[in-house]
């Protein structure tokens, strides 16, 4: 089996390898993908620290040119990408697919986004001064990755760091490393310089902790979960560099008496389940008026009669397996919390077995949950989702922002009263109205507040943000 090794300085390096596991069918071996040392740390960090001064002042048209041949190869690659990223992460071909796409499209935008660097340009307070405002790259940017979006979350942090002129040192998570060297590769053949991208897979604990205690990374930008989230500020604070995090969600789905009930339970049901629960912006509260309760219930009920579990590169499949064999625990294990709590186990929870060896679960749905139970507190981040019972939209409200998280939120109404009403009041940097709580655009700000967030939003044009520092230059005429 061929090695996929990491970049660093523009090689190809590494020998200690470690496996990639499908978890649709542990039996088959993705590829095997070499683990970096403190040491390959630490040369990449100072083979980005070296390329910056020539990458920082390249002309943006090179830029360009390389963001957009990635962009292009990545969309003519889809298909193969896409089963790729289904067969080491376990969502669906389709979604899978999907997220490939949305990978070129990023890559695409932030190709554009080079040609549209821009400043300002204001009179002094003064007389015959001239003051002009520009935006220049940060440095070395450190970029620490999750599993879920194998794809989607290296593009939204490499394309925004290359086209703003900074370099990477880019930690894709243990689990999905196939993805990330991937899209390094054809970067780095699009023509990227020696030492502006380095990927360096392996541990958090060694990788992703080296570059947290070096002071040559300028910028950090996490997504992850909410302890590791922790641990970055504090180092970053110490280095007194910028740092942006994405973390963990506890997001409400909110349904009043006056929806479309078919409109309301599909939505339900995709933010709960679709990626098999696994996405930061699933919906794991579903709030829900007294007057609709049993009957959004019971139809909920239905649909989940006609959702497949199965293999992820099956065709039909839609929902794939549970990542890995801990994530798989972690989620058996809040299902016994939330009986043992008072809640009633309304639909699934039970392991399923396929024709494959994969961790298989299906969808659960509690109901009679209360928004005080650790099921409604913690993020559990699998197909597992409560059903909270409420008098009205007021207190539904209440109870969507009663919690620490703040990503996203939806509601399920047909009231433009209502719906403005939530859009203004609901804590969450997202919100969507008759819409899944997940499944954002490319092209506009993607981040929450509370404990789900820190630092400016990425996506779009609002990522330059964290990916560049203001300059205010006066110039007496
Ligand atoms: P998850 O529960 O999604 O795996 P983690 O926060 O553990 O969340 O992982 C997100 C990313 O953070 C992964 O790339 C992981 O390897 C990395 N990571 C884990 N521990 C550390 C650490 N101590 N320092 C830096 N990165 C880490």
Known sequence: MTLHQ?????????????????????????????????????????????????????????????????????????????????????????????????????????????????????????????????????????????????????????APALCYGNTVVFKPAELVPGCSWAIVDILHRAGLPKGVLNLVMGKGSVVGQTMLDSPDVNAITFTGSTGTGKRVASASIEHNRKYQLEMGGKNPFVVLDDADLTVAVEAAVNSAF??????????????????????FVAAVGERLKGVVVDDALKTG???????????????????????????????????LKRDTPGFYLAPALFTEATNDM???????????????????????????????????????????????HFKRNVEAGMVMVNLPTAGVDFHVPFGGRKGSSHGSREQGKYANEFYTTVKTAYTLA
């Open 374 to 420: 650790r099921i409604s507190r913690e993020e559990i981040f699998g197909p597992v989702a409560a059903v909270i019972r409420v008098k009205d939209y007021e207190e539904a409200l209440f109870v969507a922002n009663d919690t620490p998280f703040g990503l996203s939120s939806g509601i399920a109404t047909t009231s433009l009263k209502h719906a403005t």
């Open 6 to 158: 990491n970049l660093i300085a523009g090689e190809w390096v590494g020998t200690d390898a470690t496996k990639n596991i499908n978890p649709s069918n542990t039996d088959d071996v993705v590829g095997e993908y070499a683990r970096a040392s403190v040491e390959d740390t630490k040369t990449a960090i100072s083979a980005a620290k070296a390329a910056f001064q020539a990458w920082s002042r390249s002309g943006i048209l090179e830029r360009h040119a390389i963001l957009r041949k990635t962009a292009d190869e990545i969309v003519a690659r889809k298909d193969e990408l896409g089963r790729l990223l289904s067969r080491e992460e376990g969502k669906t071909v389709a979604e899978g697919i999907g997220e490939t796409v949305r990978a070129g499209q990023i890559f695409d935008f932030f190709a554009g986004e080079c040609l549209r660097l821009a400043g300002e340009v204001l009179p002094s307070i003064r007389p015959n001064i001239g003051v002009e405002i520009t935006r220049e790259p940060v440095g070395v940017v450190g970029i620490i990755t999750p599993w879920n979006f194998p794809i989607a979350i290296p593009a939204w942090k490499i």
């Open 317 to 351: 499949t839609h929902i794939g397996p549970v990542v890995d064999e801990s994530q798989l625990k972690q989620d058996t294990d809040y299902i016994e919390i939330g009986q043992k709590e008072g809640a009633r186990l309304a639909f699934g929870g039970e392991r």
């Open 274 to 295: 679709f990626s098999t629960g696994q996405r930061c912006t699933a919906s794991s509260r579903v709030i829900v008026t007294e007057g609709i309760h049993d009957r």
